[in-house]
């Protein structure tokens, strides 16, 4: 199959199986490996990227249903070698371990952060569920989007 698509604002063509998953041809036809496969059934959250702007499993999309759509992944959020503020604070506050899930959490967080620009600690905790830590623990994490999110309404 065919497919024209937009990913972090290029505009991509790629051939695709009709079984093949959006991470698989995010990963292994485009180089874009930053969405990791956990579990590939949608359980760990580490694959995850925006579909039109709506926070997805790619384990469980179709490359083929990224036609004539928008997909935002974790190699979109820096600007040339500006790394986005959840990115910089993760660090900072050293939100990550072995960085499997990382990727994941970062782009559920971005999208968190565009809908409610203030989330309370319950609101990040149960937006953030889906995706898994198996190192690190939840506070640092949780803790760094509060610190970014409150960075970014300063901005």
């Not at 359980?43 to 384990?59: E, I, K």
């Not at 179709?62 to 990115?87: K, P, R």
């Not at 939100?95 to 990727?103: D, E, F, N, R, S």
Request: aromatic share 4%; net charge negative; hydrophobic share 40%.
């Amino acid at each position: 199959m065919h497919i024209s698509t937009t990913i972090n604002g290029d505009e991509t063509e790629f051939v695709c199986a009709p079984d093949e998953t959006l991470l698989d041809v995010l990963r292994d036809r485009l180089a874009l490996t930053g969405a990791k496969e956990g579990c590939g059934t949608g359980d760990c959250g580490a694959c995850s990227v925006t579909l039109n702007g709506r926070l997805v499993c790619s384990c469980l999309v179709l490359g083929a249903e990224a036609d004539a759509a928008e997909i935002g992944t974790i190699e979109g959020m820096a600007t040339g070698d500006n790394l986005h503020v959840l990115q910089r604070v993760f660090i900072e506050k050293a939100a990550l371990q072995c960085g499997i899930c990382t990727p994941g959490i970062l782009v559920a967080a971005k999208a968190l952060l565009e809908k409610n620009p203030d989330p309370s600690e319950t609101e990040i905790r149960y937006w953030l569920a889906g995706n898994l830590c198996r190192c690190t623990g939840y506070d640092k994490i949780i803790q760094a989007v509060q610190v970014a999110a409150a960075e970014m309404r300063s901005a």
